[in-house]
């Protein structure tokens, strides 16, 4: 079973940037399809994108697109979301999420489609 753990978020101002990690542990990371998602108090945990087991396709939320960028290493087992040109409303607890191995290239933005999810990485952007 493939276990994830998120680091890199933090406490930035309007405009900075952030890059964060999601590495994988034992399982098939580099056959599966990755996800980043957020949830901030009170709301329901959103998508943010997703990239496809090869890193040929990747998909964003409309909030992010142009911002926000994912990518994977599979030799690393990481994948990545470099975020910028933060805003307060990006402030959340960020997830990654990896979905079955079986080296699907689509991109997918519905939670339930990933199965193993890493516990979260706070990020918050004061203004």
């Known amino acids: 079973q493939v276990q994830l753990v998120e680091s890199g978020g933090g406490l930035v101002q309007t405009g900075g940037s952030l890059r964060l990690s999601c590495a994988a542990s034992g399982g098939t990371f580099s056959r599966s399809y990755q996800g980043w998602f957020r949830q901030a108090p009170g709301k329901t945990r959103q998508f943010v994108a997703a990239?496809?087991?090869?890193?040929?396709?990747?998909g964003y939320a409309d909030s992010v697109k142009g911002r926000f960028t994912i990518s994977r290493d599979n030799a690393k087992k990481t994948v990545y979301l470099q975020i910028n040109s933060l805003k307060p409303d990006d402030t959340a607890v960020y997830y990654c999420?990896?979905?079955?191995?079986?080296?699907?290239?689509?991109?997918?933005?519905?939670?339930?489609?990933?199965?193993?999810w890493g516990q979260g990485t706070q990020v918050t952007v004061s203004s």
């Open positions: 999420a990896t979905g079955p191995a079986y080296y699907s290239e689509t991109v997918y933005s519905n939670p339930n489609e990933y199965h193993v």
């Open positions: 990239i496809s087991w090869s890193g040929a396709n990747a």
